[in-house]
């Protein structure tokens, strides 16, 4: 029995479950009848936010010039983001190698020409002799050729076979001069076109220096906005005294009318957009403008994100087509929406319970009226307004510099003393080697002297024994006829014509050996002179291996890009600063914000600032320059900042030092007679911000609508009254609803 009257039980109990699942079921397809249908949910938008940094779609492009030096230092560079013209200087490389070497190949061109004309004059010279050497002997060949035509009869047969036999002997000595000549002429040519040759590659060397030279400063092709570029093997901006090397990209001026996104697509995301696609770009400096977009190109093929990253990304290009570009820079980081999203509808999210604070531990305040500062972050370290790097520095066919001396770090140093020193074993060397070469010129000056006066006077003598056998031809010729013979009379003749040619000869021969011995003397004086010049040249070079000190002030080192600093017997190179002396009574901040809030920093705004090892102490300044192009913050921080740099108001010696690190705080804007609460006694919702307003023995919450606000005010726009009192509350965490 009691079994039965548990299978009744059971089955009334399946029963009523039953019941009560079918009666909720028709009660809601009852509502649903009466309830109008609701739209068919949207699918859900696959958007896609990619980040990446602006970059000019065209630009002028400055480079890093070929010269014979490879290596360049910069001397001077326009600031990074300043306003350009057409034709400006921008930059400008040491160009004292060059026009060392440009001083050598311009006297080594005039020593080319020199020698050129001293060789046509010897040549001249050499010419004439040896035409005179043919024309004495045709000559013979004509008094010959007279005895030779008087007939066998009228002499004996010896006198006659002599006779023929020196007519032979004359033609065959006439033929030995003439190719003598022509010899000579065709090697005199070959040895002019070596010489011609000589000179071009001269005159070729000094234009390429010249060019050279001329190229080391370059000049803005375009209006614009000058951009450094990046070294990138220390993944930062080029900056003055930096070495770089040919083909490097130094600076580019962009055209900011056409701009791009160079972003990165990861490979886990391929295939979530096309090329084509719509997109907004939003900078980070100016968050509230969207810039329409497109997908321009997407790589092909992945590639590491970094060196020795394992992740893997395409590089995507997405073109600005519109928007308000003005202010936007190069490099400044932006992010893409791909594709763009609308305004989102603010949500409806009831107001979540909170815990009611604990009067014991808050404090009252009241809403009042005050000045809102409106404040961004600023980090930096101090150094001094006037510093100057301090290094090896440019010197002609220097390359090995080696630290013989150097001031020690902290030491106080006057105007003018020397504080680096290098070695200079190797320059004495080469000074006494060229004082010799200077020297020895000299003497060879003076012997070529002796040896061309000698010269000139055996041409003298030469010309006065052609002129007494000119004039004793001449007598010979103004015999009658009757008197002397007539073979004789021709004999005479043709000597007086031979002495006469002779005369003209060696007073041309005379001409070309002057300026032979002019252009030979010029040749050997400019040997002197460069080897002179190379001796000054080593002795203001050993004289500049010691650097002074280019004011009074302390000695820091300076540490390389591997932090470690410069001793005694180590070796740098040309560029490489070894230390500064700064002025430690002018300190500035050289300092940086973040991108985002680049756009709200102004030249002139006041900063407040507290050194890390004083943090108590405040200091004040106001900005004196602010870049607007944004870089790196650090090789190996990617975060993009923009520099600035601060004037203090007054400077502690006793507190400050270069390099100590610094926080501050810059004003970018003042709301006059704001109503303010402070910051802590907002408590942010999802429905929005309330304050707690005593009320009685507890506290009830009230709305409110918050504007602006820095580190410590909050702007009230709605919700409270001047002189409304709240309470400052610690945050607490919601209270979970009961049910």
Same mark, same amino acid.
């Given at each position: 029995m009691k079994r039965a009257d548990l299978s009744r039980l059971a089955l009334a109990a399946v029963l009523l479950l039953a019941a009560a699942s079918v009666f909720p079921g028709c009660r809601k397809a009852s509502a649903a009848r009466g309830a109008p249908a609701a739209p068919p949910a949207s699918p859900p938008v696959d958007r896609l936010l990619l980040t990446g940094e602006l970059a000019a779609v065209r630009s002028a492009d400055l480079f890093v010039p070929e010269t014979p030096l490879w290596a360049l230092q910069l001397r001077?560079?326009?600031?990074?983001?300043?306003?350009?013209?057409?034709?400006?200087?921008? #930059?400008?490389?040491?160009?004292?190698?060059?026009?060392?070497?440009?001083?050598?190949?311009?006297? #080594? #061109?005039?020593?080319?020409?020199?020698e050129l004309v001293r060789f046509d004059a010897d040549r001249e010279g050499t010419t004439l002799a040896k035409e005179q050497a043919v024309l004495a002997r045709r000559t013979d060949v004509e008094k010959a050729r007279i005895d030779a035509e008087i007939p066998a009869q009228l002499r004996s047969r010896r006198d006659h076979e002599e006779k023929q036999l020196a007519l032979k002997r004359a033609e065959t000595e006439l033929a030995k001069a003439a190719e003598d000549l022509a010899s000579y002429r065709t090697a005199a040519s070959a040895d002019r076109a070596a010489k011609l040759i000589a000179l071009e590659r001269a005159r070729s060397e000094r234009d390429k220096l010249e060019t050279g030279v001329a190229a080391l400063t370059l000049r803005a092709p375009k209006d614009g906005v000058f951009v450094v570029g990046e070294n990138p093997r220390e993944r930062k901006k080029l900056l003055t005294g930096d070495t770089l090397w040919p083909g490097m990209t130094l600076a580019r001026i962009p055209d900011l009318d056409a701009l791009r996104v160079e972003a990165l697509l990861f490979d886990v995301d391929d295939g979530r957009i096309r090329v084509g696609d719509r997109a907004a770009v939003v900078p980070d400096t100016f968050p509230d403008r969207r810039l329409p977009a497109r997908v321009a190109s997407i790589a092909p093929v992945a590639q590491?994100?970094?060196?020795?990253?394992?992740?893997?990304?395409?590089?995507?290009?997405?073109?600005?087509?519109?928007?308000?570009?003005?202010?936007?820079?190069?490099?400044?980081?932006v992010r893409a929406e791909v594709p763009p999203g609308g305004a989102t509808a603010p949500s409806q999210a009831r107001p979540t319970p909170f815990a009611a604070p604990d009067l014991t531990a808050a404090r009252r305040s009241k809403a009042e009226r005050r000045d809102l500062v409106l404040t961004v972050e600023l980090k930096g370290e101090l150094a001094a307004l006037d510093a100057e790097a301090i290094g090896p520095v440019k010197l002609p066919e220097v390359w090995d510099y080696r630290i013989s001396f150097l001031a020690p770090e902290g030491v106080p140093v006057k105007k003018g003393q020397p504080v680096l020193g290098f070695d200079t074993t190797n320059l004495r060397q080469q000074l006494e080697e060229k004082k010799a070469e200077s020297e020895s010129a000299g003497k060879e000056i003076e012997r070529r002297r002796r040896g061309l006066a000698l010269s000139r006077g055996d041409l003298e003598l030469q010309r006065a024994q052609a002129q007494a056998r000119h004039a004793k031809a001449t007598l010979k010729v103004d015999v009658p006829a009757e008197v002397a013979g007539a073979n004789e009379l021709r004999k005479s003749r043709f000597d007086r014509d031979l002495a006469s040619a002779e005369v003209a000869s060696v007073n041309r021969r005379l001409e070309a050996a002057e300026r032979a011995a002019r252009a030979e003397l010029s040749i050997l004086e400019g040997r002197r002179r460069r080897a002179a010049l190379r001796a000054g040249e080593l002795a203001v070079t050993i004289e500049r291996m010691t650097i002074l000190s280019p004011r009074a002030g302390t000695v820091l080192h300076v540490p390389n890009w591997n932090g470690e600093k410069k001793k005694v017997g180590d070796g740098c190179w040309f560029g490489e600063k070894v230390l500064e002396v700064p002025d430690l009574a002018r300190l500035g901040v050289q300092g940086d914000v973040d991108e985002a809030d680049a756009g709200l920093v102004a030249e002139g705004a006041a900063v407040s600032l507290r050194l890390d090892a004083h943090p108590d102490t405040e200091f004040r300044g106001r900005i004196r320059t602010v870049q607007r192009t944004v870089q790196r913050a650090s090789p190996q921080v990617p975060l993009k900042v923009a520099r600035l740099s601060v004037a203090l108001e007054k400077v502690d010696p006793e507190k400050m030092k270069p390099g100590m690190r610094i926080r501050g705080r810059v004003e970018t804007g003042r709301v006059p007679r704001a109503l303010v609460v402070p910051s802590d006694a907002v408590v942010p919702t999802e429905a929005g911000p309330f304050v707690w307003v005593p009320k009685g023995s507890g506290a009830r919450r009230v709305q409110v609508t918050v504007g602006r606000r820095n580190d410590e005010w909050v702007e009230i726009r709605s919700g409270l009254a001047e002189g409304s009192a709240i309470l400052r509350v610690a945050p607490s965490s919601p209270k979970e609803a009961s049910s």
């Open positions: 001077f560079l326009a600031e990074d983001g300043a306003v350009v013209k057409q034709g400006d200087r921008v #930059a400008e490389f040491d160009a004292t190698g060059l026009t060392s070497d440009l001083e050598q190949k311009r006297i #080594a #061109a005039v020593e080319a020409e020199t590491p994100v970094g060196r020795g990253s394992p992740r893997m990304a395409f590089r995507v290009l997405v073109e600005v087509t519109g928007g308000d570009l003005s202010g936007l820079r190069p490099g400044m980081s």
